[in-house]
């Protein structure tokens, strides 16, 4: 694209990598990354997309640029997918061969597990390429790992909560998104909740320390007609920043 310039094209910035590596603090690797994704978006004749308020503001902070904010496409099943029963389970979901999610994952099993293994909750991880070695080290029965799942919205919807324990990363979470569009609450840290709107704090439950996650789960109390509600809102206020209608409304 940098070298045709006779035609619009269109830039989906779904991270702004800047951001993910100022926060290793390592000046070589920010520099690097800060000029090969300035050359990229200073493209003639293109339109920036990212996924939220605080992505395009970062664009403008680093690069200059204008951007236009878009949401993520849902999948049907995502949207079909109602809360009817809420089961004492905790969902994990993500790529767990991406650093962000292992590293969160491990930490959340080996720091806040221990602390509620006995008060009867289920734990179902989804997603694939998780190291053999978790399943050999947290070897219990309430906790089961799906590994891909085709269609994981329904096991979402009915969990009492998705948790993401994230430390690192960059841009709007996907997982966290899918999951308040099933209706579920999600448990998690503040990088998890990057860049999603704030109309939806309510199902957004920002934690850090252990005893903090303990507490969130032990008093989650949002009732089914609560869920199914937030679901249609969040899923109507969702639908009207897509791509495909910026698109239309220029054509």
């Not at 997918?81 to 389970?89: D, F, H, L, Y």
């Not at 939806?200 to 509600?229: A, C, H, T």
């Not at 109507?236 to 220029?250: D, E, F, H, P, V």
Request: glycine fraction near 6%; hydrophobic fraction near 40%; aromatic fraction near 16%.
């Amino acid at each position: 694209g940098k070298f045709i310039s006779n035609h619009r094209k269109i830039l989906m910035s779904h991270d702004v990598m800047i951001q993910r590596y100022s926060r290793k603090k390592e000046l070589f690797q920010q520099i690097i990354i800060g000029k090969s994704e300035s050359w990229v978006l200073k493209m003639n004749n293109a339109v920036i997309f990212t996924f939220s308020d605080k992505d395009r503001d970062l664009v403008f902070k680093y690069y200059g640029l204008q951007s236009e904010v878009t949401h993520f496409y849902l999948d049907v099943n995502n949207e079909n997918a109602m809360p009817c029963v809420i089961s004492k389970t905790l969902v994990f979901f993500g790529k767990w061969k991406r650093k962000d999610n292992y590293e969160g994952l491990y930490w959340f099993f080996n720091t806040v597990y221990p602390l509620i293994k006995e008060f009867g909750y289920k734990y179902v991880i989804i997603g694939a390429g998780l190291d053999h070695n978790f399943a050999t080290h947290f070897v219990d029965k309430n906790i089961e790992y799906m590994g891909f799942v085709d269609n994981p919205y329904n096991i979402i919807s009915n969990s009492l909560a998705m948790i993401s324990p994230l430390f690192s990363g960059a841009g709007v979470k996907v997982k966290v998104v899918e999951s308040l569009a099933c209706g579920t609450p999600v448990i998690g840290t503040k990088i998890a909740f990057e860049g999603i709107d704030a109309r939806f704090s309510d199902f957004m439950l920002e934690v850090q320390e252990p005893s903090s996650y303990i507490e969130q789960i032990q008093n989650l109390n949002i009732s089914l007609g609560k869920r199914i509600e937030f679901k249609r809102r969040f899923i109507s206020q969702y639908r009207k920043y897509s791509l495909a209608n910026y698109i239309n409304s220029t054509l």
